[in-house]
């Protein structure tokens, strides 16, 4: 499998599954999609806390023959099956591959049909995202990983916003390409920079333009 990114802005993500699984999938699709999870029960969350992240939830307990329905009623770009019942999982996937959706069998571990998808662990810090899987045969692992990862992309979200606005800035003054690469890869490789984006002090855009200027001669 080739991991890829993909903008579910304005798509609706349909979650057949109100478990621990189903409310994972969908917090994890809420943050961007429309999500809609369909199961006759619903896991509790703690506390106040929405364990479906905001996901609509409708409690109904579709058998195979209503699959259907509910692909003409949501039109989802993405379908999760992580029902209890293997019979419905396939039918929800046969579905997906059918309407062109993508599909996510939450039952399946390892080898993945043509068109299947695995969510991945993440760790985010906008605008940057990281994200570690192995392909479905161990989440367990893919957690371990997402939390070693951590500690790497803390900031790193700060960094990416600030080095794209030097890149913008060097452009519009005509910086020579090779040196405007070599002039935000300092950035990116700079202790001092990264050291002000944690602390906020000193000025991190500050440090950032000094890290420029050593590069190319001139005050950014």
Do not use: C, Y
């Not at 999609?33 to 609509?56: H, I, L, Q, T």
Request: net charge negative; hydrophobic share 40%; charged share 35%.
């Amino acid at each position: 499998m080739i991991p890829l990114l993909h903008d579910f802005d304005d798509e609706t993500v349909l979650v057949f599954g109100g478990g621990r699984v189903g409310a994972r999938k969908a917090r994890r699709f809420a943050r961007e999609a429309r999500v809609v999870v369909v199961s006759p029960e619903f896991v509790d969350g703690d506390g106040d806390d929405d364990p479906f992240g905001g996901a609509d939830r409708v409690r109904e307990a579709p058998e195979p023959d209503d699959v259907a329905d509910w692909f003409d009623r949501t039109e989802p770009a993405l379908a999760v099956a992580a029902t209890d019942s293997e019979t419905l999982n396939e039918r929800i996937e046969d579905e997906a591959r059918e309407r062109g959706a993508l599909v996510n069998r939450a039952d399946e571990h390892g080898e993945r049909d043509r068109g299947s998808v695995v969510v991945p662990a993440t760790v985010r810090d906008d605008p940057v995202v990281a994200a570690v899987a192995t392909g479905g045969a161990s989440p367990a692992l893919s957690r371990l990983l997402r939390q070693r990862i951590e500690s790497e992309v803390a900031d790193a979200g700060a960094m990416a916003e600030l080095t794209a606005e030097f890149r913008t800035e060097l452009q519009a003054d005509g910086v020579d390409p090779d040196l405007r690469r070599e002039a935000v890869r300092a950035v990116v490789r700079s202790d001092a920079v990264w050291k002000a984006l944690d602390s906020g002090k000193p000025n991190p855009r500050q440090v950032a333009a000094d890290v420029i200027s050593d590069v190319t001669g001139e005050t950014a």
